[in-house]
């Protein structure tokens, strides 16, 4: 299995503070995605990268920034976190080989509670 | 944004059932489907994966896709207590995006 990790693993932080979100894989992956899973609303992109320094926005961007430096690295900013950016944020990443049989490898995910 | 529908509530079903639950897309387009289980609290994996038109066989489970119909199956054979958990349907769009909906509770009663 890719190994990809997340941290932190829960973050309590108050509004219109900044939060960053790490993302890290051993498997040398291209593409690397940051997701949140509310309920009622499922899984939805936020940002995504097919490479290093190229990041595009997913549906729910807004609010959110992110980079990649490195390719084992990829981070989700919140800029001035709000109530609403209160969710579990999930990493995923997917194999170069995309297209024999490899859907996404989420990581364990980030609750994170804005107050 | 890709929509991908699943619309039946949460689904009980005895022990050693099949669980069959349904996934409609709006991209006509699309080539590639998955199912991935949830269990409460925990992230996504991956359990099965389609790509052509009728029935896909792993294990106990069973992917059907339709592409004309525009709607993909998961069956859960001989259903046991382990596989009571949340049943999402994701399809890949652009740039291998994948677009997910909004799951189905599976529970399974012994």
């Known amino acids: 299995d890719a190994g990809i990790t997340q941290s932190p693993r829960h973050k309590v932080t108050e509004t219109g503070t900044p939060v960053t979100l790490r993302c890290h894989q051993t498997?040398?992956?291209?593409?690397m995605y940051w997701y949140r899973q509310d309920p009622g609303h499922g899984l939805r992109l936020i940002h995504y990268?097919?490479?290093?320094?190229?990041?595009d926005k997913g549906e729910v961007s807004d609010g959110y920034s992110v980079s990649r430096s490195k390719t084992e690295d990829f981070l989700l900013t919140l800029e001035s976190a709000t109530s609403s950016q209160t969710s579990v944020y999930f990493c995923?990443?997917?194999?170069?080989?995309?297209?024999?049989?490899?859907?996404?490898?989420f990581g364990s995910g980030t609750r994170l509670t804005v107050v | 944004q890709k929509e991908v529908e699943q619309n039946s509530g949460p689904l009980s079903v005895p022990e050693g059932a099949i669980a069959s639950l349904n996934c409609t897309y709006s991209?006509?387009?699309?080539?590639?489907f998955f199912w991935y289980r949830q269990y409460s609290g925990k992230s996504p994996e991956l359990i099965m994966f389609?790509?052509?038109?009728g029935d896909k066989e792993d294990g106990r489970f069973t992917a059907q896709l339709n592409k004309a119909s525009q709607y993909v199956s998961l069956l859960i054979r001989d259903s046991q207590p382990s596989d009571s958990a949340t049943y999402l349907c994701?399809?890949?769009?652009?740039?291998?995006?994948?677009?997910f909906g909004k799951g189905n509770q599976v529970v399974v009663i012994p």
């Open positions: 995923a990443i997917q194999g170069q080989s995309f297209g024999a049989n490899y859907g996404y490898t």
């Open positions: 498997e040398n992956h291209r593409y």
């Open positions: 990268s097919y490479g290093v320094k190229d990041t």
């Open positions: 991209d006509r387009g699309s080539q590639s």
């Open positions: 389609i790509y052509s038109n």
């Open positions: 994701a399809v890949i769009y652009g740039n291998n995006r994948l677009a």
